[in-house]
DNA sequence: CCCCAGGCGTCCA
DNA sequence: TGGACGCATGGG
């Protein structure tokens, strides 16, 4: 298995090329990025950021300054606009309550992560996001289109949670930050484009020679990934 | 028109 | 513990 995750990497670099991640100048525009993106294009949080960086706010600092309407209003095309103010001001405001970025990074991981996740509007992903792009913690990052992929691969069970999804993963790759990195862009990537939920295009999914019809007894036998 | 996007918190069985 | 639901804009 090991290597058949190995070959999807490769597979998948060679097919796509490096994708550069995190698309944000600095660590906050990373950070607030983060926020913004959950259930959300991409291109939507582009307009928000923008929105942000022409009022000299694509800051934490400058963020928990800004009144809540005032930064909804500024974050709007990144939808859900109003809960995203409230969490992405507090997550500001927790950050320099807690010293800053450099002091929270003195942190271990598994304590930054707790951290993180006690935050209201910080899950899992987006927790293990920031500790990847921001904290370049070896953290593999999980979201939907890697528990579609992982799972149309028979990498792990269709039911698989984020927690054993990312257990999966941990287990047959080295700890490697600037790999993980690059992998879950890749399934981003690879996810776009030909594993929509309702519209696959599998046949022409650069992993397609990859994908084998699980077996007799294949499904279900993974106990050991478990 | 429908589908969907780099989730999360809450509620309820 | 897990499944439904609300949150919301904007592009295809």
């Excluded at 920031?130 to 269709?158: K, Q």
Aim: aromatic fraction near 10%; charge should be positive; hydrophobic fraction near 40%.
């Amino acid at each position: 298995m090991t290597e058949e995750l190995q070959a999807a990497y490769d597979t998948l670099l060679a097919a796509f090329g490096s994708q550069h991640w995190w698309p944000a100048e600095s660590a906050d525009e990373m950070i607030i990025g983060a926020l913004l993106t959950q259930n959300t294009n991409w291109k939507n949080v582009e307009k928000a950021l923008a929105g942000l960086r022409r009022q000299g706010s694509l800051s934490l600092a400058a963020i928990a300054e800004l009144e809540t309407e005032t930064l909804a209003e500024l974050i709007r095309p990144s939808g859900y606009f109003r809960q995203k103010a409230q969490r992405l001001r507090l997550l500001a405001r927790s950050v320099l309550d807690a010293g800053g970025l450099p002091k929270l990074a003195e942190k271990p991981t598994p304590e930054l992560r707790r951290w993180l996740l006690k935050l209201k509007g910080i899950g899992p992903e987006t927790a293990d996001s920031i500790l990847l792009y921001a904290f370049e913690r070896p953290v593999f990052v999980i979201d939907a289109y890697t528990l579609r992929i992982g799972s149309r691969h028979d990498w792990f069970a269709p039911a698989t949670d984020y927690a054993a999804a990312q257990t999966f993963f941990t287990r047959h790759l080295p700890g490697d930050s600037a790999l993980y990195n690059e992998f879950h862009a890749l399934l981003v990537r690879v996810g776009k484009e030909f594993c929509r939920p309702k519209k696959p295009d599998c046949a022409r999914c650069p992993l397609y020679s990859l994908y084998r019809e699980p077996g007799p007894g294949r499904s279900t036998s993974r106990k050991s990934d478990v």
